[in-house]
């Protein structure tokens, strides 16, 4: 197994709700991301878990809380976003050493 | 600090040897990284280099040059398909971190 699973792939939320993005990975990845990416634009590391716990948050906004379960699972807890927070979510696994797997990705709309 | 560029734009001929270069400059480098990503789709690993030198995988090739802060991919016999977003990434020795550049969106046309 060699995938990196997101769910779900669309979510369209209102700035008062609260939603959360999960990731799953059986690969006995020690590490897991969280992007964000805007169009045409690269991604932007958000948080780094390794092994389950947080060691990078990079200075994002309280509205965006992760969590890390196990070492299979992340997730990404949304609460009062904004229009600007619209963008492609993606999850990533990786060893301690090498590359980056990254899930297919979940596509945030906020109204 | 970091601060990774890529050129924005790139046009090759299908059949063609296009070279995508990087040039970085970071401190704590532990490898380079090069993904490609189709419009709408995750990124998918290409290649890395830790050492300096020419990594080759089939068509697609990575070289690296860690006292000048510079990679390049090279990609042979282009494709239709190949025509994308190219990034490059280097992780840096402290935590996982990976910072990707900015992306070449490469254009093949027939």
């Known amino acids: 197994d060699t995938e990196v699973t997101q769910t779900p792939k669309h979510l369209v939320m209102g700035m008062t709700n609260k939603k959360s993005l999960k990731c799953e990975q059986h690969m006995g990845h020690r590490a897991m991301y969280w992007y964000k990416q805007k169009a045409k634009k690269p991604p932007e590391l958000m948080f780094v878990?390794?092994?389950?716990?947080?060691?990078i948050n990079e200075s994002v906004p309280s509205r965006f809380s992760p969590e890390c379960p196990n070492s299979s699972l992340l997730n990404l807890h949304l609460h009062a976003l904004q229009p600007e927070d619209s963008a492609l979510y993606l999850c990533?696994?990786?060893?301690?050493?090498?590359?980056?797997?990254f899930g297919e990705g979940s596509r945030l709309t906020v109204l | 600090g970091q601060n990774i560029d890529q050129p924005t734009e790139m046009t090759a001929t299908e059949g063609a040897i296009v070279q995508i270069n990087c040039t970085y400059q970071?401190?704590?480098?532990?490898?380079l990284f090069w993904y490609q990503q189709h419009a709408g789709e995750a990124p998918t690993f290409l290649s890395y280099?830790?050492?300096?030198g020419l990594e080759e995988k089939g068509r697609f090739s990575s070289f690296l040059s860690r006292s000048k802060g510079y990679s390049y991919l090279l990609l042979k016999e282009l494709q239709m398909k190949d025509s994308a977003s190219y990034l490059c990434?280097?992780?840096?020795?402290?935590?996982?971190?990976?910072?990707f550049g900015p992306g070449t969106r490469l254009s093949v046309l027939p």
């Open positions: 280099n830790v050492l300096d």
């Open positions: 970071t401190s704590g480098f532990n490898g």
């Open positions: 878990y390794s092994y389950e716990k947080l060691s």
């Open positions: 990533a696994s990786s060893q301690t050493t090498g590359e980056l797997f």
């Open positions: 990434a280097v992780k840096r020795n402290y935590g996982q971190n990976f910072v």
